[in-house]
C-alpha cells in the first residue's frame, strides 16, 4: 500500500536521529530525486541526512520527488531554501532534479539563480561523471565517505549561505579534497579518498522503503573485481572489508536490535567474517546483496543456508561462454543450481545484460537456453529474470565502446521475450526503453553535454539534442 500524506511517511518511521525545530539558524534541503521509497533504502542519502543533522546549526527537512507538498518534515517549498544538498544514484534522476527546480520555481542553470542560494551535489552518478551537472550544481563531491561529507558541512555551517557571500563559501568549498566547483576550477579533481573506517547504517526505518523495515548495513566498500563494465571499482574503491566488530557496533545503535538486516557490499562471499557476523546475528532475518557464486567456498555456502531469506540475488551477466571469459566471470548454469539447491530461498533473482560490445545473436540465445535450462531444473523455486542493456560507464574498461543500437537491442529482448514465454516459475523484468539511452550521455558526455541537460525540457528533448550532435540515441 502506497502512502498518501506526508503524515502517513512520517508516521511509518522510526529514527535514531534527534529532532530538530525551526530555531535552528540554518535551514538546508536534502534531496533525493526520486521516490521516497528507493531514498530510505539508500544508504548514501541516510548518511548524508544524519550528517546534516549532526551539525547543530543545520535544520535539514528531506525532499523527494514523489513528493509534491514541499518538505517532508514541514511542508516547506524547495525555494524557500537557501542551502540545497542533493544526492544523486542513477543518471535519469538529473531530470527529475530539473523537474523540481522548475516546479519550485528555482533556475536550474547556477549562472542564473539568485547568489544566496548554493546547491551541491554527490553520489554515484556525478562520481562516475561530473560534467553533465556541472551548470546546475554550483559543488559537486566526487567519491564517498563521511568525513569529507562532514568537511563540506562544516564549511557551511561557518559560512552560512544568505549570510556569506558566495564567492567566498565557494572559495571555501573549492579547497575540500574531491568537490569541483565548475565557476572557479576548470576541470574536476581527482576523488575523495575517506579514512572512515565507521560503516554506513540505517538510521531510519520505514515500513514504505524498498526494503520495508530492514536495517541495512555496509560490510564492505568499494569492489576487489574489476569487471569491465562496472563502474563501483572506479567510484568507490580502494576495496575495504569493515570489521565485523565495527559492524556490530553501527547495529547496536538500535536500542532494540534489529529483526531485519541487510547487509551491503560487492563481494559477500568474500567477507572474511561472514562466518562470525552470521552466528551473532542468528536470532535475525539476513538479506545479503548479489553473491558472487564463483567466489563461494564450503564454509560461505553453510553461512549461508541459515539466512531466512527467501529471496538469494546471483548476477551470472551473460549465458554466453564465450563473453563469460571475456568478463571474466566463469559463473555455469550447474553452478546455480548447485547453489540454488542447497540454499532455503525460495526465490533466485539473476541478473543479466544485454548489448555487451562484442555480443552475437548466438550469445543471446546462449543466454535464454542457460536463464530456460535453470529455471526448469530448479522448477519448485520461483525465478526473477533481470535483463538490462549495457551502459557505457566512464573510467571503466569499457568506456570507449558505444550502446548497442535501439532497433538491434529492442529485437534482442523481444527474443529473450519469446524465448522465455512459456516457463511458468519464471518472471521476466526487462528494463530498457528508448529514454535509458540517456543514461549512456550522461555517463559519458562531456562539458558540452551540460549545456544540452540544463537547457532541456523532457527526456525527450534531451535525446533529440543529442542525436543532433552525434549521439546514437
Known amino acids: 500500500m502506497k502512502p498518501r500524506t506526508s503524515k502517513e511517511l512520517l508516521q511509518s518511521e522510526i529514527s535514531l536521529l534527534p529532532s530538530k525545530s525551526t530555531g535552528w539558524k540554518i535551514r538546508c534541503a536534502a534531496v533525493f530525486p526520486s521516490d ?9 542519502f541516510q548518511t548524508l ?3 546534516m543533522h549532526n551539525f547543530q546549526m543545520f535544520y535539514p527537512q528531506r525532499f523527494f520527488a514523489n513528493l509534491k507538498s514541499g518538505s517532508l518534515e514541514e511542508k516547506k517549498p524547495l525555494s524557500s531554501f537557501q542551502l540545497i544538498m542533493v544526492s544523486l544514484s542513477y543518471e535519469l534522476d538529473y531530470f527529475n532534479i530539473l523537474k523540481m527546480f522548475k516546479y519550485y520555481g528555482i533556475a536550474p542553470n547556477r549562472k542564473h539563480r539568485h547568489r544566496d542560494r548554493i546547491v551541491i551535489a554527490g553520489g554515484a552518478a556525478p562520481s562516475i561523471n561530473p560534467y553533465p551537472i556541472s551548470l546546475i550544481a554550483d559543488a559537486i563531491f566526487i567519491g564517498e565517505g563521511g568525513d569529507c561529507i562532514e568537511n563540506i558541512i562544516e564549511v557551511l555551517s561557518n559560512n552560512p549561505p544568505g549570510f556569506t557571500d558566495k564567492s567566498i563559501i565557494l572559495k571555501e568549498l573549492s579547497l575540500i579534497p574531491g568537490l569541483w566547483v565548475p565557476e572557479l576550477q576548470d576541470k574536476p579533481p581527482e576523488k575523495a579518498l575517506s579514512n572512515v573506517n565507521i560503516p554506513s547504517v540505517t538510521t531510519i526505518l520505514s515500513s514504505f522503503a524498498s526494503f520495508p523495515n530492514i536495517v541495512l548495513v555496509q560490510i564492505q ?15 568507490f574503491n580502494p576495496f575495504y572489508n569493515y570489521s565485523a566488530d565495527s559492524v556490530l557496533k553501527q547495529l547496536h545503535r538500535w536500542e532494540i536490535f534489529p529483526k531485519r538486516i541487510g547487509l551491503i557490499g560487492s563481494a559477500i562471499a568474500d567477507y572474511p567474517q561472514l562466518t ?20 563461494l567456498n564450503s564454509q560461505c555456502l553453510n553461512v549461508l543456508k541459515l539466512s531466512k531469506h527467501r529471496t538469494i540475488t546471483f548476477a551470472p551477466e551473460t549465458g554466453a561462454q564465450r563473453l563469460k571469459a571475456e568478463l571474466g566471470k566463469i559463473i555455469t548454469p550447474e553452478d546455480i543450481i548447485a547453489v540454488s539447491s542447497q540454499l532455503p530461498a525460495s526465490t533466485i533473482k539473476l541478473y543479466y545484460i544485454i548489448g555487451l560490445p562484442s555480443e552475437s545473436i548466438k550469445d543471446v540465445q546462449e543466454t535464454i537456453e542457460e536463464i530456460s535450462f535453470v529455471a526448469k531444473s530448479l522448477s519448485k523455486k520461483k525465478f526473477t529474470i533481470s535483463v538490462n542493456a549495457f551502459v557505457p560507464k566512464r573510467n571503466t574498461l569499457l568506456e570507449n565502446c558505444s550502446m548497442m543500437p535501439h532497433d538491434e537491442l529492442t529485437k ?11 516457463i511458468p516459475n519464471l518472471r521476466l523484468d526487462i528494463n530498457y526503453k528508448r529514454k535509458s539511452r540517456a543514461q549512456w550521455v550522461l555517463s559519458c558526455g562531456g562539458k558540452d553535454i551540460a549545456n544540452v541537460l540544463v537547457n532541456c525540457k523532457s527526456t525527450s528533448d534531451f535525446l533529440r539534442n543529442c542525436r543532433a550532435n552525434g549521439w546514437d540515441v
Open 276 to 295: 562470525k557476523l552470521f552466528e551473532y546475528l542468528r536470532d535475525s532475518e539476513i538479506y545479503t546483496s548479489s553473491i558472487r557464486i564463483d567466489r
Open 221 to 235: 566498500r568499494g569492489c576487489a573485481s574489476n569487471c569491465p563494465f562496472c563502474a563501483t571499482p572506479v567510484t
Open 49 to 51: 541526512f544524519e550528517k
Open 36 to 44: 521516497y521509497s528507493a531514498a530510505m533504502s539508500n544508504l548514501g
Open 412 to 422: 534482442r529482448f523481444e527474443l529473450i521475450k519469446s524465448g522465455l514465454r512459456n
